[in-house]
């Protein structure tokens, strides 16, 4: 079964550092073809993908967040990790992990519970 | 960036109606394109990937396909369980994006 649980820091002031973990059990990073998706959304709105690392160490970034992303892995502790500088009120939503995997297909199927990050002074 | 242009934004059906929702890609993305329903509260469950392909445990009521680089969601005999909203994903190309989102509700 897998499993994904995110775990950040709840409430930070703006311009500091948001730094989220991603938690999972059920499959490995380190396993061809794994990977872990970062997803955001804020309340009453849509989502919208923020990065992907792969069992590889390839990365992956929405540039709409102009270099403000950093994600990272700790294959033997599967876990996953992000992080967002420089944050400020916009970056308020709740954070989701994702397991992404591709075979033949490329799916991003198992989704962790969220974490809900709140900017502000 | 490809944009996924999703409708309607919102819908109103009754139990056992068919629903049937689009997401129109601004390019190709061959069959690059995911499914999702959310409900209140939770976070997306996956229903289709592969633009066509029934992920597991997802009930046969629910069926993608494609027609060129417009796709759709249906439900064949719309569930009171199925209420939520539903978002399409491109994995085609970075960055991935999503749908807008389409809030069924219950007529």
């Known amino acids: 079964q897998v499993t994904l649980k995110e775990s950040g820091p709840g409430i930070l002031q703006p311009s500091q550092t948001l730094s989220l973990t991603c938690t999972f059990s059920?499959?490995?990073?380190?396993?061809?073809?794994?990977?872990v998706g970062w997803i955001r959304q804020p309340s009453g709105k849509g989502l919208e993908w923020l990065a992907n690392?792969?069992?590889?160490?390839?990365?992956y970034y929405n540039p709409s967040l102009k270099n403000r992303l950093t994600i990272s892995k700790d294959t033997s502790n599967n876990q996953a990790f992000l992080k967002i500088t420089n944050v400020d009120t916009a970056d308020t939503a709740t954070y989701y992990c994702?397991?992404?995997?591709?075979?033949?297909?490329?799916?991003?199927?198992?989704w962790g519970q969220g974490a809900s990050v709140t900017v502000s002074s | 960036d490809i944009q996924l242009t999703q409708s309607p934004a919102s819908l109103s059906a009754s139990p056992d109606e068919i629903v049937t929702i689009t997401c129109q890609a601004s390019q190709d993305i061959g069959s690059s394109l995911l499914w999702y329903q959310q409900k209140p509260g939770k976070s997306p469950q996956l229903l289709i990937y592969s633009a066509t392909i029934l992920a597991d445990g997802v009930p046969s009521r629910f069926s993608g396909s494609r027609s060129g680089t417009q796709y759709s969601l249906k439900i064949s005999r719309l569930q009171v369980e199925d209420i939520g909203t539903y978002y399409c994903?491109?994995?085609?190309?970075?960055?991935?994006?999503f749908g807008a989102g389409t809030k069924l509700e219950l007529k």
């Open positions: 994903l491109q994995v085609s190309s970075s960055p991935h994006t």
């Open positions: 994702a397991r992404a995997y591709v075979a033949y297909y490329y799916v991003m199927d198992a």
């Open positions: 059920g499959f490995s990073l380190s396993t061809y073809g794994m990977g």
């Open positions: 690392i792969w069992w590889d160490d390839d990365k």
